[in-house]
């Protein structure tokens, strides 16, 4: 299929905004490479008996530099945008190749993802993988190498409790797709039903801008925390949308909790280093860019999310989160995640 964005350009545009760390080029990368895998077993049995969730084997491990995360995100991310670049390419060629606007329309969103990529890719510790480049499921967490070792050495933390923990995150990511039985086909379905039901109006495009500009006159946000996205979706997107963040706010905000709760077991420098990383995330001088491109909406998933967790512990204990793992319809709503006794309620 012929491709709507030149996604190798991203690629370039990527790489150029990421740049790299001298670390990774010193011998303390392959001390990395050898200690992490060891860091995501012992994570993975530790999570295991906190979550009371099947976790089975343990994921493939992968130490890779900014640029091939990148690559290894652009990978899932075209497989997965297939449908919508589908009909991005019937579009334009109904438009013609000789028209000059098209060409440069494909050039700019290139560039703009891989410029969004390769600024995540300077901050980005560890990500559990879902979807390979082929489309196939994963069961593989990477860490970003560079960034590991930048953070450890800028706060001077202790590598091998700074690992344990990161690792901690990404096994509860991995129990919560692994030992949730539909919870990786319920999550895909969604993205699906996002994607599929998208369709590239430039009207829509135009009605984006001018909500823009009237946020701007009356004195309010430019956009809200769903970024650019949340205006460029449908009614029906958007409510799909909701419920992705949703599910998204549970499954970071247990992750942090969970991560959290076995730290302060096991690791004398947890607290500095959950302090450390959620100011990391509310950095100001990143607030302009977290609203437009939505992420935005990950940092309140995380604020939310835990706050949620934390309220049904108090309220019901530990165990009562259980019931969100039984099937779709026990996942909390959006508003529900901003009143957990609602939830409560309605799941018994």
Sequence with gaps: MNQAVPWRFAARVGGLVAGDHPLWRSYHAEHLALTLPEAVETANRLVAEETRLDLPGVPDVAVVDRREWIDRNLGAFTHLLRPLERKLVERLERVGAEDVAPNIARRLVAAETGALLGFLARRVLGQYELVLPTGDDSDSIAF?????????????????????????????????????????????????????????????????????????????????????????????????????????????????????????????????????????????????????????????????GERFVRAVEARAGWDALQAAWVSPDNLPTLAEIEEPEAWLRRVG
Excluded at 156 to 166: A, G
Excluded at 219 to 232: N, Q, S, T
Excluded at 267 to 286: E, I
């Design 144 to 304: 970003v190498g560079p960034n590991v070792l930048q953070i450890e050495r800028l706060h001077q933390l202790n590598p091998k409790e700074m690992r344990t923990w990161l690792a901690l995150h990404e096994a509860t990511h991995r129990a919560q797709f692994v030992g949730v039985p539909w919870m990786r086909t319920y999550f895909r379905s969604l993205v699906d039903v996002l994607v599929e039901g998208m369709e590239p109006d430039p009207g829509r495009l135009i009605e984006a801008v001018r909500t823009v500009v009237r946020n701007r006159k009356a004195g309010r946000p430019l956009v809200d925390e769903k970024g650019l996205l949340g205006l460029m979706v449908g009614d029906r997107q958007r409510q799909v949308l909701d419920r992705v963040q949703a599910l998204m706010s549970l499954l970071e905000g247990h992750g942090h909790v969970v991560m959290d709760r076995i730290g302060q077991r096991i690791l004398v420098s947890q607290p500095r280093m959950s302090r450390l990383l959620k100011a990391r995330r509310r950095d100001p001088r990143w607030a302009l860019l977290y609203r437009l491109t939505g992420l935005e909406m990950k940092i309140r998933q995380y604020e939310q």
